[in-house]
């Protein structure tokens, strides 16, 4: 987009006239410390948002460190490498600020932090960003270039409008990942309860050793299943009876002893069998060719370690579109009940091992889709051991032991997939209780999967552009224009 496709009324400003602070603390480390004043790093600012700091510096050096100037709620920070461009909004002043990082604050009276953030993330920035940029291998921008950044600055009541429009589609996505980290945190704390810890199983053992008769027993286990109280269960035989002999039947299904295993105690009658046991097959990645060629002729959606977090939240905006080889789609296009798993990159502070379970919905969601060069499809025999496998990925991951499986060659970790295939044991039940599971866990995974906060984005990002660029009327009902917006995007694809 050129200047002059801008409306006349708006002004094309340089960078540096329109902020009052500029804050650069390129050239500087500071001291870390394991608790403190939260840092912010390049390396935590993502789509828009601040992740939650993972380095911190002392409260006593604060300020001596802070000599350059000081952030204040609101201010937007933008990376200056690695990644280049990536752009958020303080919501705390209590911040320390890293190197890669620069904080900007409009002009008073002349640009609004809020619709500094968005226009900042508009192609008409991003796309000055990265011609002003150098680096071959990695890319970052000199504060002196960017400077000159010029930005297209409507008068400032247009930009409260502009900025509460696109805000209010971030509210509702960010609401919606709140709820999908609920729905995570409960399919997380079903499986550990079950497959880890194996609660309902030990309530029985319990409930046996204090003398607890079978009907004593079986109650201890339903408590232990569904976190309810004796009492609470009274009620609930009355009031719901169908829900309560489910709940019972359940309870049923889990032992009252545990064997030993490989692995440990485990319930008896269960299993500890290796990773690779429960898998049809394993296969690599591939990366394909940006544009189509006489051998590259499918389109696909390839999935790389970056985007599996995005995709589980909702964002699939930067999964990137390629071309492959018939042949190789056929072993590798993702279906039902697969998982992805990153086998090549991670970081210092990020273990390789991240990994999606592709539910139907979820694939609907994508369309055609493939696992990148950096990854690997595990295809388990049956979707009911896809989601067991899937969350055992996750649950090992968050603990920290995928780890355990890494090796490091020439800068790049690499995930040992033969060895965690051989060695890394499952506790696997009878197909009763997995089924069970399934049926118990698969609904709140599907609501996980479901498209309301892809939909949300997908309609901000096509509302982003016309409205940083004043095609969008801001006068004109913006449920009927996102609308509209939204059904284009949907045809043109």
């Known amino acids: 987009m050129s200047a002059d496709q801008f409306p006349s009324h708006w002004q094309l400003l340089p960078l540096s006239e329109a902020v009052d602070a500029l804050i650069d603390y390129r050239g500087k480390t500071p001291r870390k410390t394991n608790h403190g004043v939260p ?70 009276g002349l640009l609004q932090n809020d619709y500094l953030r968005y226009v900042m993330q508009g192609a008409y920035i991003q796309g000055q960003l990265e011609s002003r940029a150098t680096g071959s291998t990695v890319k970052g921008i000199k504060q002196s270039e960017l400077r000159k950044i010029i930005l297209p600055i409507p008068p400032e009541h247009e930009q409260i409008k502009i900025a509460g429009h696109l805000r209010a589609l971030d509210d509702k996505i960010q609401l919606n990942h709140q709820i999908n980290q609920t729905l995570e945190q409960m399919a997380q704390a079903i499986f550990k309860s079950w497959f880890v810890d194996f609660d309902p199983v030990k309530a029985k053992i319990a409930a046996l050793e204090a003398g607890g008769s079978e009907e004593e027993t079986l109650l201890a286990a339903m408590q232990a299943i569904s976190g309810k109280g004796e009492a609470q269960l009274t009620r609930l035989q009355a009031e719901q009876p169908e829900q309560y002999a489910e709940l019972r039947a359940t309870a049923e299904l889990f032992p009252s002893a545990m064997q ?61 579109t390629r071309y492959v080889e018939p042949k190789k789609l056929k072993t590798r296009s993702l279906k039902p009940g697969d ?66 499986y890494q090796n490091q060659s020439t800068g790049i970790s690499n995930f040992q997939t033969k060895i965690f295939l051989e060695h890394e044991l499952v506790a696997t039940p009878p197909e009763t209780v997995m089924h069970v599971f399934y049926k118990r866990v698969i609904p709140l995974i599907n609501r996980i999967h479901g498209d309301e906060s892809a939909v949300l984005a997908a309609l901000r990002d096509s509302l982003l552009p016309k409205l940083l660029s004043g095609e969008l009327s801001i006068t004109r009902n913006l449920s009927e224009t996102a609308s509209e917006s939204l059904t284009a995007e949907q045809e043109a694809t």
Not at 269 to 289: H, Q, V
Not at 379 to 391: A, I, V
């Open 260 to 320: 030993d295993s490989e692995l440990g105690e485990i319930p008896e009658g269960w299993a500890a069998r290796p990773f690779g046991e429960l898998l049809e097959k394993t296969i690599g990645g591939d990366w394909g060719k940006e544009e189509p060629d006489e051998k590259h002729t499918e389109m696909v959606k390839i999935l790389r370690g970056t985007d599996l977090p995005n995709i589980y939240a909702g964002d699939d905006g930067k999964v990137p």
């Open 39 to 108: 840092l912010v790093t390049a390396k935590i600012v993502k789509g828009g948002t601040i992740l939650p700091a993972t380095e911190y510096i002392a409260e006593e050096d604060y300020d001596s460190w802070m000599v350059r100037g000081l952030p204040k709620a609101g201010d937007v920070v933008v990376t200056t490498e690695a990644p280049l461009g990536e752009v958020a909004q303080l919501a705390n002043e209590n911040v320390a600020l890293a190197q890669r990082i620069v904080t900007l604050r409009g002009a008073e």
């Open 339 to 404: 998982i992805v798993i990153e086998v090549s990159g991670g970081s210092k502070g990020q273990p390789t091992g991240r990994s999606l379970f592709l539910t139907s919905r979820l694939l609907k969601r994508l369309g055609t889709c493939e696992p990148a060069s950096f990854c690997r499809l595990f295809r388990p025999k049956d979707q009911e051991t896809g989601l067991l496998l899937g969350l055992h990925l996750q649950h090992i991951y968050a603990e920290g032991k995928t780890w355990l």
